[in-house]
């Protein structure tokens, strides 16, 4: 069964520091998303992303965030300066079409020090 | 001191017993649903979906029902096994307008199923 790939799985960084976060989605899926889950707490939406172009973002997704696919393989999150607040499970997500439901990756944790 | 985080309803069932799993969800203009399965370090696994079209969709041991009236789904999962302990999200939909699909997610029910 065809899966959304995450790396990597943990990945600790000092605050303040950059990280990307790297997800391939299924091959032929045009639609992407980022999700975090903090400890404990709901799933939250970043932002979704289409035609190579953000569709859509939410609150958390501020000017420290961003999204890119480098190639027409991979699905990036990059965090510019990260904060303890940062730390959570992050999620990619992809989908079909607006008619198929999700998939999501297994998800990076990320552990700001 | 105090705990931070949401505290989950949770479910215990026996093996063998049907289980039901319910959410309220927010906005009536909510057109898809989704539950989703989410084990322990794992990412949320797809369960079964309904289009807001439709009040009862049944999968392999699964059925969810939408009562659009009092915005309110359910997940019912037939002779739950032991592989069936986890935390279970609901998520809604509203296409705002956009390209494809935001989900909010509901904060969970934790299923333990008792051998």
């Known amino acids: 069964e065809p899966e959304v790939t995450q790396t990597p799985s943990h990945q600790v960084t000092q605050m303040g520091q950059e990280v990307i976060l790297?997800?391939?989605?299924?091959?032929?899926?045009?639609?992407?998303?980022?999700?975090?889950?903090?400890?404990?707490?709901k799933v939250e939406f970043l932002v979704s992303f289409y035609n190579n172009e953000i569709s859509e973002k939410s609150e958390i997704f501020d000017d420290q965030f961003s999204v890119e696919?480098?190639?027409?393989?991979?699905?990036?999150?990059k965090i510019r300066s990260t904060k303890l607040e940062d730390s959570a499970m992050y999620f990619c997500a992809s989908s079909e079409s607006r008619e198929n439901g999700y998939t999501f990756g297994s998800g990076t944790r990320l552990t700001v020090v | 001191g105090e705990s931070v985080g949401l505290h989950l309803?949770?479910?215990?069932?026996?093996?063998?017993?049907?289980?039901?799993?319910?959410?309220?969800?927010?906005?009536s203009a909510s057109d898809y649903f989704i539950w989703y399965k989410q084990e322990s370090g794992k990412g949320p696994q797809f369960i079964i979906d309904i289009r807001s079209n439709m009040d009862k969709r049944q999968g392999q041991r699964?059925?969810?029902?939408?009562?659009k009236t009092v915005k309110h789904l359910s997940l019912q999962i037939a002779a739950t096994q032991p592989g069936d302990s986890a935390v279970y999200f609901c998520a809604e939909n509203l296409d705002s307008?956009?390209?494809?699909?935001?989900?909010t997610f509901g904060k969970g029910t934790l299923l333990t199923v008792n051998p």
């Open chain 1, 22 to 41: 790297r997800c391939v989605p299924i091959s032929n899926h045009l639609y992407f998303y980022w999700y975090r889950q903090i400890l404990g707490q």
């Open chain 1, 69 to 77: 696919r480098p190639d027409g393989s991979n699905f990036t999150l």
């Open chain 2, 9 to 27: 309803p949770t479910l215990s069932v026996q093996e063998g017993d049907n289980s039901i799993i319910n959410c309220a969800y927010s906005n």
């Open chain 2, 62 to 67: 699964v059925t969810v029902l939408l009562n």
């Open chain 2, 97 to 103: 307008g956009g390209s494809n699909y935001k989900l």
